[in-house]
């Protein structure tokens, strides 16, 4: 039985009595109270109970469901998705699909997870990933020609989610160099590529993003960063879950099959308009140190183009962090 089998009967947002409940799971009521106590320690998700009525979750939860992702999806993303996994726990969705990689698996793979228990982030963070409330989505591609191709593949990705994210009305998402997606300056998305293979030649690629739709307080704590959520943006208007993640792979899977040929030359322009800090004095953090300029948006490579005295040098991805100088 999985760890939150209750969820489900209680998705609807409707009393079940505790005998209907243990009933449908084959479990005893004493079994159905533990779990409703492990769902608000562990999960935090709060379930009502009344005497005489049972169990409820007030507004009832939005839990991502894989037929009606696809039947969301249309039609040459669905055709070009090879396999949609939704896990109820993982450690992390990136490590799944490789995972998946060592056994062989290949393009058009997705994973997503209700919950991550050891989500990361770039730079060796942790993505807070709290149980049915955000996305969290893998998905593995093969590339025939080696990781230079790949160039800006992150911040294509980047475009993707901006471009799913207004198929719901939601304009005014910014991307941040080399791939965090902003809202009003905080932190609504982010982005993870892991490689597999042979960089000179064939290589499988596992695109990660996180996107942080309702966000509960209790998680937001270890939040390390000013955030925000889909919610926060919305309102009442929230889409569902299983709508924004089908949208996502309407905008991701196309990208990924034809990033090979067309590259980053094709997403450039639209990477420039949604521009967090084109034009603002930055300080780009590395390793090595730091170094002081202006953002002068990106190459057709997909590298940062930051003007300094001694004129305008491109910068590449890796462990570099952009902070506004201001
Ligand atoms: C970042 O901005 O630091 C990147 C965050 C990427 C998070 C996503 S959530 C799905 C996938 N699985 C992971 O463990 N990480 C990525």
Redesign the pocket.
């Known amino acids: 039985m999985s760890r939150f089998a209750l969820l489900p009967l209680l998705a609807d947002g409707d009393f079940h009595s505790g005998q209907e409940l243990a009933d449908a799971m084959g479990v005893s009521r004493t079994a159905v109270w533990k779990q409703v106590n492990r769902l608000a320690e562990e999960a935090g998700i709060e379930i009502e109970s009344a005497k005489g009525r049972g169990y409820r979750i007030p507004g009832g939860i939005d839990l991502l469901d894989a037929d009606r992702v696809m039947d969301a999806m249309q039609v040459r993303p669905r055709s070009l998705l090879t396999r949609l996994d939704i896990l109820d726990t993982v450690?992390?969705?990136?490590?799944e699909v490789l995972r998946w990689v060592e056994q062989g698996a290949s393009s058009g793979l997705v994973c997503s997870a209700e919950q991550?228990t050891?989500?990361?982030?770039?730079?060796g963070?942790q993505?807070v990933?709290p149980y049915a409330g955000n996305l969290?989505?893998?998905l593995l591609w093969e590339f025939s020609q080696g990781a230079a191709a790949l160039e800006g593949l992150s911040l294509a990705v980047g475009v993707a989610v901006a471009r799913a994210l207004r198929a719901f009305g939601i304009s005014g998402v910014q991307l941040k160099w080399p791939?965090?997606v902003l809202y009003g300056g905080a932190?609504l998305?982010?982005?993870?590529l892991e490689m597999s293979g042979d960089a000179a030649g064939s290589c499988r690629v596992v695109v990660?993003?996180?996107l942080n739709v309702s966000m509960p307080g209790s998680a937001a704590v270890a939040i390390d960063q000013a955030w925000t959520d889909v919610k926060t943006i919305c309102g009442r208007q929230l889409p569902a879950r299983n709508n924004l993640l089908a949208a996502l792979l309407n905008e991701l899977l196309p990208l990924m099959a034809d990033f090979e040929q067309q590259g980053f030359a094709r997403w450039r322009d639209e990477w420039l308009e949604l521009d967090a800090f084109a034009g603002t004095p930055v300080v780009l953090h590395s390793g090595s140190g730091q170094s002081a300029g202006v953002a002068r948006g990106v190459d057709e490579r997909g590298a940062l183009r930051l003007e300094t005295a001694s004129g305008v040098q491109s910068i590449y991805g890796g462990e570099i962090s952009l902070r506004s100088a201001q």
């Open positions: 450690d992390s969705t990136n490590s991550q050891a989500g990361r982030g770039r730079r963070r993505w990933s969290y989505l893998s791939n965090d932190k998305g982010g982005i993870l990660g993003v996180g």
